[in-house]
Each structure stands twice: as structure tokens, then as C-alpha cells.
């Protein structure tokens, strides 16, 4: 009886690390700015059949979503004694703005290595989201959807499956802009954890 215990308690054990990898891994991309390249690319990319208009108003969409998905890695939020929740951009001395934050110690919300990590791999995971899309591939390189087929079939999942190993190590402890606020839980502002 107690080996299937054990069992239970370790099996229980890994899914909760591999839920827990999982969620960091889903939290890697705003999906705000993943539906907007989405529902925009199409029309943009014409489809893939590009003109050089179609070429440059994509190429905006693409850096625009990927400084979305960057900047949204040193965004965090807090909750006041009200009740309200705050949002700021983490600097070296903490959350920036700091109006109102009343007796929130807002050092805690300091930038850390991870956020850089964190913002490395959004931008790798989102550009090859966006450049292997089969819109973004036809309409600036046609001929490589042809040639290259294995790798734009295998490429997603290794990049996906090297984001998600290193989301493991650090996890995200932000909730920013586009990720809901832990203050809604937990309205004292300990909303970030230090890594």
C-alpha cells in the first residue's frame, strides 16, 4: 500500500511540473498580439501573394508583434489597498510608474535575468511563428516552402521544445500587461516572486 502511494505522490509530482513547464511555456506569447498577427497577416500578405506593399506592411506587422511580445516580458502589476490593480514597467529599482502604490514595496518587482530570458525566447518562439507561416512564407520566400519542407515541419516543435526547457529553469513570475494579475488572488502586491 505504501509503493502505491509513493507511486501516486510521484506521478502527482511530475504532472504538476509538467502542467507547471506547460503554463509557462503558454504564457510565453501575449495572445493578444498573437491574434492580431494572425487575424492580420492573411490580409496584409494578401494571402501570399504579395506585392512590395504587401511585403513592407508585413514586415511592420512582424517587428511590431515581436516588440509586443519582448516589451510585454518586463511589464508586471500589483494591487493596491483598494483593490486596483497597477501596471508598470520593471526597471532596475523596481515598477515604474509608482503612483499610488500606497504601502506596496514596488523594489520587489526589480528586472531580473529571467525577464531578459523570458523576452529572448518570446521573440525566437513568435519569429518562428510568424516566418514559417504558411502566409509569411509564400509571400517572401515561395520557393523555400518546396525545398525545405523538413524543416519547416520540424523546426516549431524543437524551438518549442528548447523555449518550454528553458521556461523550466526560469519561470515567469510577471503578470503584465496581457496576462491576468495574481492581485486579484492576493490584493497585499505579492504578485512576483524573485527568481
Request: net charge neutral; glycine share 10%; with cysteine.
Amino acid at each position: 500500500m505504501a509503493k502505491s502511494s509513493s507511486k501516486i505522490a510521484s506521478s502527482s509530482s511530475i504532472s504538476d511540473k509538467t502542467f507547471t513547464g506547460l503554463g509557462n511555456l503558454i504564457k510565453l506569447l501575449p495572445t493578444g498580439t498573437v491574434f492580431v498577427f494572425q487575424f492580420l497577416n492573411p490580409v496584409l500578405t494578401n494571402y501570399g501573394h504579395c506585392s512590395p506593399v504587401n511585403k513592407v506592411l508585413s514586415s511592420i506587422l512582424i517587428a511590431l508583434c515581436g516588440f509586443s511580445c519582448a516589451f510585454s516580458c518586463f511589464t508586471d502589476s500589483y494591487g493596491d489597498g483598494n483593490g486596483m490593480v497597477h501596471y508598470g514597467i520593471a526597471t532596475v529599482n523596481g515598477l515604474w510608474p509608482s503612483s499610488g502604490s500606497g504601502s506596496v514595496d514596488l523594489s520587489r518587482y526589480k528586472l531580473r535575468i529571467g525577464d531578459f530570458v523570458h523576452a529572448f525566447f518570446s521573440v525566437i518562439v513568435f519569429a518562428v511563428l510568424s516566418l514559417l507561416d504558411s502566409n509569411t512564407v509564400q509571400c517572401f520566400y515561395p520557393s523555400f516552402e518546396s525545398t525545405e519542407k523538413v524543416l519547416l515541419m520540424a523546426l516549431p516543435p524543437v524551438i518549442g521544445a528548447v523555449a518550454g526547457s528553458v521556461f523550466v529553469v526560469f519561470p515567469n513570475t510577471r503578470h503584465g500587461i496581457g496576462y491576468p494579475s495574481a492581485s486579484t488572488n492576493d490584493s497585499s502586491g505579492n504578485s512576483s516572486d524573485d527568481n
